[in-house]
C-alpha cells in the first residue's frame, strides 16, 4: 500500500515535470517562429526596396542624357522595348539571378495610363507575397516631358 | 535480511535519481546547444544579408567610394570556372550574380567598396571592387619604358582616396608604387596578403619574396596574366590569361582574386551591354518612327530601315542604314554577345569612340540623344 503511494507520487511528480516542460518548450519554440517570422517579413521587404532601386538603376531603363544619370527616372520608349524583350524567355532567364521570382509593373498616375509590366515571374506555388511600391518620374524623349508614376514591386516567397 | 533489502532499495533509488538527473542535464545540454548553433547561424544569415544589402546599394551609384565593418569572421568570395559565384560568412553562403571583384577572403579591418561605372560610352553597368588595408598592392612599373609608365599614370590617378573618419584613415585601398629598379630591395611587411600588379614589365619575382606567398597579375597591351605563388616556390606561376577591355577591367583584374571570377565579372557585363546596346538601338528605330513617320517635314534619321513607318516592331538591326547610330548599336550588341575569349576588343573600342561622336551629332541636329 505505501509502495503503492510512493509510485503515485513518483508518477504525479513526472507528470508535473513534463507538463512544465512542454509548457515552456511550447512557449519558446511559439515565441522563436514569431520572431523568425517577423525576420523574414523584414528581409523580404528589404529585398523588395532592393529590387525597385536595381530596376530603377538599370541602364536598360534609365533617363540618361549624354551620359549623366536621373534619378528615380524611367525613359517610356526604353521601357517599352525591355518590357518586350522580358517577356521573351531567354531573356526573362537571362534577368532571373537579377529579380528572381517577383513582378515589376510601372503605372503612369499623372498624366494617368496603362500599367506596364516589365518583369513577371511567378513562381508555381506562392507562399507568401509583399508589395513595395515608389513613386517615379516617367520621361518621354520625344516630347522631353515628364510624368508621374508608380514602380510596383510584388516579392514572392 | 530486510535491512539488506532496504540498503539494495536505497541504492536502486539514488541510480534511478543519478541517470534521471543525468538524462535531464544531457537534454537541457542539448537543447542549449543546438539553440547556441540555431542563434549563430541566424546571425550570420543576417549579417549577410545585411552585407548583400550594402553590396546592392553600392552598385548602384557608380564613382562612389565606402566602407563597410567586415564580419569577425571574415567575409570570404569566389567565383567557380562555370561562374556560380557566392559569398560568404562561415558556413551562411549567398550567390551573387553582379561584377564584383574581391580577394578570397577580407577579415580584420573595414572593407573597402569603390564603385565604378563601365561606359561604352554610355553607362553599362557598374562594377563593384572590395578590399581592405589589410591586403598591400605593389604597382611595378618602369618609368623608362613610356606604355608602362602611361598606363601607371592612369591606372594611379582614378584611385579613390583613403576614407577617413575624424582626420583618421578608417579603410583604403593600400597600395605603392614600385619601380622596376626597387624591386628587389622591396621589404616584405606584415600583411594578410600581397598583390603584385606588373604594368607592362616582365613578371619578376622580388628577392625577398621568396618564401611569401603573394598573387601577382600581369598587363600588357591586350591581356592579363595570372599568377600565384606559394611559400614553397620561389617564383610566380602562371595560373590563367584573360583579355581586357579597357582600363575599368584592368582595376577589375587587380582586385580579382583569380582569372575566374574576372571573366565571370566581364562576361556579365558584357551579357548587359548586349541586352543595353539592343534597346537603345530599338528606341532609336522608336524615336525615328515617331519623328519620321508622323511629322513633315524634317524628322531624325538614325538608322532603322524605312519599313519601320508600316511595321513598329520591326527589328530595326535586321537591316539599318550603314554609318548609322542604329547599325554601330546593333554592331555592339553582336560584338558583345561573344565570350570573352573570342571578343573584338578593338572593334568594341572603335564602336564606343563613333557611337559618342554619333549622339553628339544628333543633339546639334535637335534631335533626341540615343543615350
Known sequence: ?157 | MAINKKAVEMQFHWIFIIVAGALILAFFFSFALKQRAVGQERLQYTVLSQVDDILAKSQIKGGTAQHIPTPSQGLAFSCTQGCDCAFQIDNAQRPFNQPIFSPELLRGQDTFIWSAEWKQPYRVTNFLFLTNPDIKYYFVYDPQNSPSSTLHRELTKNIPPPITQNKEIVTQFNYQNVTVSELSNLEVEDYSQHKFVFINVPTTTPAKFDKTEASAINIDQSKITFLSKTRRLSNFQENDIQRHIGITSIYAAIFAQDGAMYRCGIEHALGKLSTTSKILAQRAGQIQRETLCTETPGGCILGAPITICQNPNLDVCQNPIQGSIIESLCQQHTIASAPLSQLDVNGLDLLKNRLDTENRKLLQQSCPEVF
Not at chain 1, 58 to 87: G, I, M, Y
Not at chain 1, 89 to 114: A, D, H, M, N, V
Request: net charge negative.
Open chain 1, 1 to 157: 500500500m505505501r509502495g503503492q503511494i510512493k509510485m503515485f507520487e513518483t508518477i504525479a511528480v513526472l507528470i508535473v515535470f513534463f507538463i512544465l516542460l512542454f509548457a515552456g518548450i511550447t512557449f519558446y519554440f511559439t515565441s522563436q517562429t514569431s520572431a523568425v517570422q517577423k525576420e523574414r517579413t523584414e528581409a523580404q521587404n528589404q529585398y523588395a526596396y532592393q529590387l525597385a532601386l536595381r530596376a530603377l538603376n538599370l541602364p536598360e531603363l534609365d533617363c540618361s542624357f549624354l551620359v549623366t544619370q536621373r534619378d528615380n527616372c524611367v525613359d517610356a520608349f526604353k521601357l517599352n522595348v525591355f518590357s518586350t524583350l522580358l517577356s521573351e524567355q531567354q531573356t526573362l532567364e537571362q534577368y532571373f539571378p537579377e529579380f528572381g521570382y517577383s513582378t515589376i509593373k510601372i503605372t503612369p498616375i499623372f498624366p494617368s495610363g496603362s500599367t506596364k509590366i516589365l518583369y513577371d515571374n511567378t513562381p508555381l506555388e506562392v507562399n507568401s507575397n509583399l508589395t513595395n511600391k515608389n513613386p517615379i518620374l516617367i520621361y518621354n524623349p520625344l516630347l522631353d516631358t515628364y510624368s508621374f508614376g508608380v514602380i510596383e514591386v510584388n516579392v514572392y516567397a
